[in-house]
C-alpha cells in the first residue's frame, strides 16, 4: 500500500521535513503552511492534477478568485499565496519543476493600517489589574495560596509583556534561564530563532522576583517555563490571550497582547527613542516593519492638537 496518494502529496511531506529541519521554522508557522497548502492540494486534486508538472499559473490564479469568491479577505489571500510560494519554491530547489509558476502571479496588495496603541493610562490600569484582585480577595480573607501565585504570574507576565514589547509566543515560550534578575537583563528567542537581549525596568523586575520567589525551588530549574499553568507546564498562547482579555474587560477597554507590544513602541517613541533602537527591542528585521510606528506617533500628535489647540 502506497504511503502517498500522488506525488503532489509526498512533496508536501518532503516540504514539512525540510521547513522543519533544515529551515527551523516553528510549529506556529508550519501549522499555517500546513493548513493554506491542504486547501490548495484538496482544489489541485478536485481539477484532476496530482503531481507538480501539471500545475501552472492559471491553477494558482482560480484558486485565489475561488477562495476569494468564498469570502477570504485580502489578508488571508496573500497568505495563502505565500503558502503556495514556498512550495513551488521547493520544488524547483528539488528538481521537480524547471520553471516556478509563481514567478508570474502578482503579490496582493494590502491596505497598510495603522497598528493599534493604547494611551498610557490605560495600559497602566490593565498591569495593575491583577494587583487589585489579589488586595480585593486580602480583604475578604478569601485569598488561597495558589491563587496569590496565580495572580502575581498575572501581574508579571502583563508587565513583561509590556516592557519588553514581547509577542505572545516569545512570553509563553521563555524559561527561568532566560531571565537574570541580578544584572536585569532578558534573552529572547524570536522568529526564525535569532535572539535579542532586553534590559529590564526595576518594576518589572520586582514583580517577576516576587512570582518567582512564591513558587517551588523544583520549578525554577533554568529550563522551566518561566511562566506555568495550573497543570504545571507552560501558558499557551490561547491561555496568555484569555487572561489578558480577562483583565480588560475589568478595566472595561479593548486590548490584546499585540497591541500592548504596539503600545510599548508608540510610548517608546513618544518618549523620545530613536527609530532604530525601538526596532533592535521589537526584534524587527527590517527597519520598514518599525517605520510604521513613526506614523502612529504624528497621528496621535495631530489628534491631541486638534482636541486640544483652540486654533485647530
Known amino acids: 500500500m502506497a504511503l502517498f496518494k500522488n506525488p503532489l502529496e509526498k512533496a508536501q511531506a518532503d516540504l514539512f521535513i525540510y521547513l522543519g529541519g533544515e529551515r527551523g521554522l516553528s510549529p506556529l508557522t508550519l501549522s499555517a503552511y500546513r493548513q493554506d497548502l491542504e486547501y490548495f492540494l484538496e482544489y489541485c486534486s478536485q481539477a484532476g492534477r496530482s503531481a507538480p ?60 493600517h495603522l497598528p ?47 516592557s519588553a514589547g514581547l509577542r505572545a509566543t516569545e512570553l509563553c515560550t521563555m524559561t527561568v534561564g532566560q531571565l537574570d534578575l541580578h544584572i536585569g537583563f532578558l534573552r529572547v528567542k524570536g522568529k526564525r530563532g535569532r535572539e535579542r537581549v532586553l534590559p529590564l525596568g526595576e518594576l518589572a523586575l520586582k514583580k517577576l522576583a516576587d512570582y518567582l520567589r512564591l513558587r517551588p525551588k523544583a520549578t525554577l530549574s533554568p529550563g ?51 527609530i532604530k533602537t525601538v526596532q533592535t527591542l521589537l526584534g524587527h528585521v527590517r527597519p520598514s516593519t518599525t517605520q510604521i510606528y513613526t506614523r502612529v506617533k504624528d497621528k496621535r500628535l495631530k489628534e491631541v492638537i486638534e482636541k486640544h489647540h483652540p486654533g485647530a
Not at 490600569?125 to 475578604?140: F, G, I, S, T, V
Open 53 to 112: 508538472g501539471e500545475l501552472t499559473r492559471e491553477h494558482i490564479n482560480n484558486f485565489l478568485l475561488m477562495r476569494s469568491s468564498t469570502g477570504d479577505s485580502a489578508k488571508t489571500l496573500a497568505r495563502r499565496l505565500s503558502a503556495i510560494r514556498v512550495f513551488f519554491r521547493f520544488l524547483v530547489r528539488e528538481g521537480d519543476i524547471q520553471k516556478n509558476p509563481c514567478d508570474y502571479i502578482e503579490s496582493i496588495r494590502l491596505p497598510r
Open 116 to 162: 493599534k496603541a493604547r494611551e498610557l493610562m490605560v495600559v497602566e490600569a490593565l498591569l495593575q489589574a491583577p494587583y487589585n484582585l489579589l488586595e480585593e480577595l486580602r480583604q475578604k480573607k478569601e485569598i488561597r495560596p495558589y491563587k496569590e501565585v496565580e495572580l502575581h504570574r498575572d501581574g508579571a507576565a502583563l508587565e513583561l509583556c509590556y
Open 224 to 274: 522551566s517555563p518561566l511562566f506555568l499553568s495550573k497543570k504545571g507546564g507552560a501558558i499557551t498562547r490561547i491561555a496568555f490571550w484569555q487572561m489578558v482579555k480577562r483583565y480588560a474587560q475589568k478595566i472595561d477597554v479593548g486590548i490584546s497582547p499585540h497591541v500592548i507590544r504596539h503600545s510599548f513602541a508608540t510610548h517608546l517613541l513618544e518618549g523620545g527613542a530613536d
